[in-house]
């Protein structure tokens, strides 16, 4: 079993600047991707950037390019730089991982682990 606890949200003034953590433990060799989503209030779950562990190729929504910056350390620890924040950024941001693969990076079916949450608030 894998356990992932997110932590670094917080609230910014639009333009502004948070990095995200996403700290894994338990057993962690099989993860082959891993990814942060978000869902905003009244809003479904999307994927906002992902990481596969074996060629460390990067995938990002078309929103976040150029402004988010997914990096990793092992399997143990997940990163997400957000830069140039945007009101529309608001959500709740998850950490997930899966260790099986089939289907895009983005489909949240596909992971089987997944954090508690940690609230990004971006003010205009």
């Known amino acids: 079993q894998v356990q992932l606890v997110e932590s670094g949200g917080g609230s910014v003034q639009a333009g502004g600047s948070l990095r995200l953590s996403c700290a894994a433990s338990?057993?962690?060799?099989?993860?082959?991707?891993m990814g942060w989503f978000r869902q905003a209030p009244g809003k479904e779950r999307e994927g906002v950037a992902a990481i596969y562990t074996r060629s460390d190729n990067t995938y990002y929504a078309d929103s976040v390019k150029g402004r988010f910056t997914i990096s990793r350390q092992g399997k143990s620890m997940m990163y997400l730089q957000m830069n140039s924040l945007e009101p529309e950024d608001t959500a709740i941001y998850y950490c997930?991982?899966?260790?099986?693969?089939?289907?895009?990076?983005?489909?949240?079916?596909?992971?089987?682990?997944w954090g508690q949450g940690t609230q990004v608030t971006v003010s205009s």
């Open positions: 997930a991982a899966r260790d099986r693969y089939g289907g895009s990076w983005s489909q949240e079916r596909t992971y089987n682990y």
């Open positions: 338990g057993y962690t060799y099989s993860s082959n991707c």
